[in-house]
């Protein structure tokens, strides 16, 4: 069974810092992308990045801010999170799939709440 355990958030104040990580367990990732979704109260499900082996795919909000990379050896992706704003605050799912529109794993969520 895959499990993906997300670790990393918290508060900051804006201008701040974070960097999530998400860990895969139960199977075999490497055919498959990982990525982050965020969701804040009241609003839609937003998709903030995802990565295969290299580069990386992002939201238009991220607009040079968050740097996504990931650990084959650990299972791993990790989110790097700079200058973030109080719009920035969400939950931020880890997920993990073929990509593009296909996400069928998700993990519990990490909070992340950035003050003015």
């Known amino acids: 069974q895959v499990q993906l355990v997300e670790s990393g958030g918290g508060l900051v104040q804006a201008g701040g810092s974070l960097r999530l990580s998400c860990a895969a367990s139960?199977?075999?990732?490497?055919?498959?992308?990982m990525g982050w979704f965020r969701q804040a109260p009241g609003k839609e499900r937003e998709f903030v990045a995802s990565?295969?082996?290299?580069?990386?795919t992002y939201g238009d909000f991220v607009k040079g801010r968050f740097s996504i990379s990931r650990d084959g050896a650990k299972n791993t992706v990790y989110l790097q999170m700079n200058s973030l704003e109080p719009e920035d605050t969400a939950v931020y799912y880890c997920?993990?799939?073929?990509?593009?529109?296909?996400?069928?794993?998700r993990g519990q969520g990490t909070q992340v709440t950035v003050s003015s």
């Open positions: 990565i295969r082996w290299s580069g990386g």
């Open positions: 139960g199977g075999t990732f490497s055919n498959y992308a």
């Open positions: 997920v993990l799939g073929p990509g593009g529109t296909s996400w069928p794993h």
